[in-house]
C-alpha cells in the first residue's frame, strides 16, 4: 500500500496494518529491564514495526527479538541533538554492531538555529553513510523551528540519503502536529517516510496523522491505539 493510498484510506485500516505503522516507545530514564522485556513482549504480540528504545538497550531487545519481525530501533543524539558529530557517528555504528535495524537520530538544533545548514546536512549525510544500508529516521523537533527551517530539513535528509523524517522526540515543548505533518509530506511525501512522533497518544491522534501523510507513528500507548480500532 502506498502512503497515499494510506492517507485516502486512514479509517479503513485494519488493526493489522495500523500496528504495523507503529514504532512502540519506551524512552525514559528510569525504564527498567522488565519495562523493556514488557515493551518487546507487546510488540510482538501486537505486530508492531519497532521497539523504539535508548541505545542501552539495543542488543537486550535484539536477543529478545530474534526470530520475530519486530525491529530494534534505538535512538541517536537522543534527546537534545547537541552531541558532536562524531560522537553521533559512533553511537549509530555501535547501536548496529549491538543489533540495530533502524536508527533514529536528532539533528543538531542550536547549530540550524544559528545559520549552519551545512554542518546540520553533513552531519546527517555522515551518519546515514556510516550505518550505509540501516534506515535513519532524522528527527527535526518541529517545535523549535520555523517553517522554512522544517522544509529545509526535510529537503536536507532526502538530499542524504535518509529513510524517514520523524518530527518530534517527545522530549521538547511540543510534539507532532497536523500541520507539521501535512507540510513534511507536501515536502517530501513519496520519496521518504514520514513519522509522527510526540503525544499521539490515541486513535484519533493516530489517524489524523495518517491522513497527513505519516507512514509511520511513534508511541508509548500502542495497544491502546490498536484495540480502539474497529477489527
Known amino acids: 500500500m502506498t502512503d497515499e493510498q494510506v492517507r485516502g484510506s486512514a479509517l479503513h485500516l485494519t488493526r493489522k496494518q495500523l500496528a504495523r505503522m507503529i514504532d512502540h516507545t519506551l524512552l525514559r530514564a528510569y525504564a ?10 507487546e510488540a510482538v504480540s501486537f505486530g508492531f514495526a519497532s521497539v ?8 537486550y531487545c535484539a536477543k529478545r527479538l530474534a526470530g520475530t519481525a519486530v525491529i530494534v530501533n ?12 562524531r560522537i553521533k557517528i559512533e553511537e549509530a555504528r555501535d547501536a548496529v554492531r549491538c543489533g540495530a535495524q533502524e536508527l533514529d537520530m536528532v539533528i543538531n538544533i542550536g547549530a540550524l538555529k544559528s545559520g549552519f545548514p551545512e554542518y546540520v546536512e553533513k552531519e546527517i549525510a555522515s551518519v546515514v553513510r556510516a550505518v550505509r544500508g540501516i534506515p535513519v529516521k532524522v528527527i ?3 517545535s523549535y523551528l520555523t517553517t522554512v527551517e522544517k522544509v529545509a530539513v526535510c529537503e536536507m535528509s532526502l538530499r542524504s540519503g ?4 520523524k518530527t518530534s522526540t517527545g522530549f521538547g ?34 489517524i489524523a496523522m495518517v491522513e497527513a501523510g ?15 480500532a474497529a477489527r
Open 173 to 206: 515543548d511540543g510534539g507532532a502536529t497536523v500541520e507539521d505533518v501535512a507540510l513534511m509530506h507536501e515536502t517530501v511525501g513519496g520519496r521518504m517516510g514520514i513519522k509522527a512522533a510526540g503525544g499521539v497518544r490515541t486513535y484519533a491522534d493516530a
Open 140 to 142: 527535526l523537533e518541529t
Open 52 to 59: 523504539s528504545i535508548n541505545p542501552a538497550w539495543t542488543s
Open 214 to 228: 505519516a507512514t509511520r507513528i511513534g508511541t508509548s500507548t500502542g495497544p491502546n491505539i490498536v484495540e480502539a
Open 162 to 165: 535518509a529513510a524517514f523524517v
Open 74 to 85: 534505538p535512538t541517536v543524539g537522543f534527546p537534545l541533538g547537541a552531541n558532536t558529530a
Open 32 to 41: 527498567t529491564q522488565l519495562d523493556i522485556t514488557e515493551l518487546c513482549d
